[in-house]
Nanobody
Framework: VQLQASGGGLVQAGDSLSLSCAASGRTFSNNALGWFRQAAGKGREFVAVISASGRTTYYADSVKGRFTISRDNAKNTVVLQMNSLKPEDTAVYYC?????????????????WGQGTLVTVSS
């Protein structure tokens, strides 16, 4: 499976942005998916994950209430809606998938990754 992330850009604090990740190569309807991010000089950070069915989601405390992850298995896409953005949300955002259905918050449990899209939030 190949993942292609898009939707990053430069926004101001308080703005919203929607990231999308499209899969090709095979269907991922039975795969859990997630969004992770990495800020300059820092390690990779879990942001949000969603189970294959979409019924289970987990969010990092830093984004809870502001970000929403969703998926459309018919379109092979996963979306991260980001509202009330803060400068500390600035990072490269990566979508990832694991070949099993259960959502996990550790990036080490994801088997394939997209190329990343940069989100910059100015104050």
């Amino acid at each position: 499976v190949q993942l292609q992330a898009s939707g990053g850009g430069l926004v101001q604090a308080g703005d919203s942005l929607s990231l999308s990740c499209a899969a090709s190569g095979r269907t991922f309807s039975n795969n859990a998916l997630g969004w992770f991010r990495q800020a300059a000089g820092k390690g990779r950070e879990f942001v949000a994950v969603i189970s294959a069915s979409g019924r289970t989601t987990y969010y990092a405390d830093s984004v809870k209430g502001r970000f929403t992850i969703s998926r459309d298995n018919a379109k092979n896409t996963v979306v991260l809606q980001m509202n009330s953005l803060k400068p500390e949300d600035t990072a490269v955002y990566y979508c990832a998938g694991r070949t099993t259905a259960a959502a996990r918050i550790s990036g080490d449990e994801y088997h394939y990754w997209g190329q990343g899209t940069l989100v910059t939030v100015s104050s």
